[in-house]
């Protein structure tokens, strides 16, 4: 299982590279569409919340109850719609069932309400390496559409779909999110006597582990187990560590200023 995302400046954008794909062969169960289209006031008036769901780091307005959410041409993307606030993002549309587990691994109620209504493939495909470039697109009003293919020659006419749509690719929007934060994290680190340029690349892996949905929040201490399976010795290096330190800062000063 591959899951192969873009990211659109609008939901039109998003919602016509979804009927694309589709038309492709893959079906609209096998694709999320995540969009920042209605502010909270909106979501509280017109999507009912469900009592019965978990609390978790997210607060969701509206369960996994609401109808099927329609896209551009009449195709509608599975059995749900979620309506969710992500902390450090803000009012969140999930559309698809896949959507809103997808939102779900950064630990909202949501995602735990529709685990099982996935399979274990798509459990295990859901990609929370990438999350946070989802919700650092979400954050500037931007649209994502991801989509889970069975096999390579698939998600590759999927990628060429998003290409054709001018989607930016998640390695771009990766690579763009740490251009931005570079000069301060460079500054920060030689300002303590290191070598930003000589620790560069072990220290951004370690940033970029803080925001992994399976490890975001937990101390270094706390998450060296997992830290372990996911970067083996790598997680050792004392650089890596002061990037995932510095990581965990950053999406504590995301939340606090959304």
Known sequence: METVAGIFDSRAAGERAIQQ?????????????????????QVEQEVPTDDTEAPGEGQALGGVVGGAMGVAGGASLGMATASLIIPGVGP??????????????????????????????LMDGLPHDELYVYEQALRRGRSVVIAFADEEETAESVRDAFKNARAESIDAARENWWRELRAAEEANYNSNGRDFRRDEISYRRGFEAAQNAKLRGRPYEEAASNLKVLYGEACDDEAFRCGYERGLDYQKRLIVNT
Do not use: F, N, W, Y
């Open 21 to 41: 794909i589709h038309s492709q062969g893959i079906p609209t169960d096998r694709i999320a569409l995540l969009t920042p289209d209605m502010s909270k006031k």
């Open 92 to 121: 969140v549309i999930a559309g698809g069932i896949l959507g809103a587990a997808i939102l779900g691994v950064g630990g909202t109620a949501t995602g735990m309400a529709v685990g099982e209504a996935l399979d274990e493939a």
